[in-house]
């Protein structure tokens, strides 16, 4: 049972550069979530989506892009990366029953 | 919006002392969810307890147990006996209403174990 997983792990990029993290998921969770984590942050939320075609902005969404044409799979899309992006980016899925299971993180650098 | 403060950045103790971990929310919704999760050493965050607003008992798991007191917007958790393994980042976090779709995370507390 594989759950949440991300891929890459660890990335580094340039700035300027457009780099996709992806999450998927295999327990066909309506809710899938999008979080950056930085040191004396905690996570933020960037965008959250409640089913397929369904996605909304969280408190840090600005730079980013997110589609979820499958329930299973939320990519998160770095348009033009910047070095404030530099960050572990965590993705979480949920049923209804509220508690977030997070997936295993991706370390991003942007140099 | 709401808001969470864990004021402890950092606890270290010995082991088998017990050690409470504080959080206190900021919230003008009568119903919400508080959690707690845990971030290992290895990275990953791990669920550990919901609560909801209506519900103000006391839980205990194991060694675990988490104090929620409306009256002073807490929902504290105290580790009794810790161990080595218990030694991580906890996160405690706020959703509002009947959904989950912004849980606000406060900034963490790193917890140290030592042997």
């Known amino acids: 049972d594989a759950g949440i997983t991300q891929s890459p792990r660890y990335k580094i990029t340039e700035t300027g550069r457009q780099v996709t993290l992806m999450c998927h998921q295999t327990?066909?969770?309506?809710?899938m979530f999008w979080y950056r984590q930085d040191l004396g942050h905690g996570l933020r939320l960037i965008y959250y989506?409640?089913?397929?075609?369904?996605?909304d902005k969280g408190e840090v969404p600005d730079g980013y892009v997110v589609s979820r044409s499958k329930t299973e799979n939320f990519p998160l899309t770095l348009e033009s990366a910047t070095r404030s992006q530099t960050s572990v980016y965590f993705c979480?899925?949920?049923?209804?029953?509220?508690?977030?299971?997070f997936g295993p993180g991706t370390r991003l650098t942007v140099t | 919006a709401q808001k969470v403060t864990q004021a402890q950045t950092e606890i270290s103790v010995v082991e088998k002392e017990d050690v409470t971990l504080d959080c206190v929310y900021e919230?003008?919704?009568?119903?919400?969810?508080l959690f707690w999760y845990k971030q290992p050493p290895s990275g990953e965050l791990v669920f550990l307890i919901r609560?909801?607003?209506?519900?103000?008992q006391n839980e205990i798991s194991g060694r675990y147990s988490w104090n929620f007191q409306k009256s002073t917007s807490s929902f504290n958790f105290t580790i009794t006996a810790s161990q080595v393994v218990d030694s991580a980042v906890y996160f405690c976090?706020?959703?509002?209403?009947?959904?989950?779709?912004?849980?606000?995370f406060g900034a963490g507390t790193r917890l140290t174990v030592k042997p």
């Open positions: 979480a899925s949920s049923s209804d029953s509220y508690e977030q299971y």
């Open positions: 327990w066909s969770h309506s809710y």
């Open positions: 989506s409640a089913a397929a075609d369904i996605t």
């Open positions: 919230t003008r919704d009568t119903t919400y969810y």
């Open positions: 609560r909801n607003s209506f519900d103000e």
């Open positions: 976090a706020l959703s509002e209403g009947y959904n989950n779709n912004d849980m606000r």
